[in-house]
């Protein structure tokens, strides 16, 4: 069931019509894995449309691949754990990205190595230094089982500052800060994707 205020799911999150629910768990790493242990990396361009639940995505296969553009909305589950919500996609034509890109948003960059099981985002200036890791899941019991690999420093599936949302918003000094909670210092400088 949703709520009319905020269209925030109330009770248990479950499929609709266009919309599926996300499982997924996210970890901290202390370093960006080689990238020749991915066996794929995409630049991703985030653009969080101001005043909406509306993220406007471009995904590059590097190096000079393909170019994926869609528009993604995420209601937020209320209570904490691997069910993050509901996601609805919709895929874009580079005219139709090109028209949204022209609303206001908040941007948020980074490069995604595929490293199975895990999607490790490695964010630019100005989060550099951060380094997130997803696995995604397509049952509950799924993501209940999941051991992370040990390269996983902490998980922060239930920290909130960790979300893409939130992460748009924040500047440097705070990732820095949030890291330190979890006993990670980056080196300084800009992070290398070897």
């Known amino acids: 069931m949703m709520t009319r205020k905020d269209s ?8 609709q019509k266009y919309a599926r629910v996300e499982r ?12 020749s242990t991915a066996v794929a990396r ?12 509306l993220r406007l995505r471009r995904v590059e296969s590097l190096p000079g691949g393909a170019c994926e553009l869609k528009l993604t909305q995420k209601v937020p589950a209320r209570r904490p754990g691997h069910v993050q919500g ?8 580079r005219a139709e ?12 960059s980074k490069t995604r190595l595929s490293v199975p099981p895990l999607g490790i985002d490695v964010f630019d200036p100005p989060l550099h230094g ?19 690999p040990p ?18 918003h924040a500047h440097r000094d705070d990732v820095l800060t949030w890291l330190a909670e979890y006993g990670i210092t980056p080196a300084p400088g800009m992070p290398q994707i070897p």
Not at 8 to 15: L, N, Q, S
């Open 8 to 15: 925030t799911p109330d009770g248990p999150v479950r499929e």
């Open 24 to 35: 997924e768990r996210r970890f901290l790493l202390a370093r960006s894995p080689l990238a």
């Open 42 to 53: 995409r630049r991703i361009t985030d653009r969080y449309l101001a005043g909406t639940r």
């Open 86 to 93: 509901l996601i609805t996609n919709v895929y874009l034509s």
């Open 97 to 108: 990205y090109e028209l949204l890109a022209h609303l206001p948003a908040a941007t948020l």
């Open 130 to 148: 951060l380094i997130l890791a997803e696995a995604e899941f397509t049952t509950d019991e799924a993501a209940r089982s999941f051991l992370p």
């Open 151 to 168: 390269q996983v420093v902490a998980e922060v599936t239930d920290d909130t500052r960790f979300t893409g949302g939130s992460l748009v």
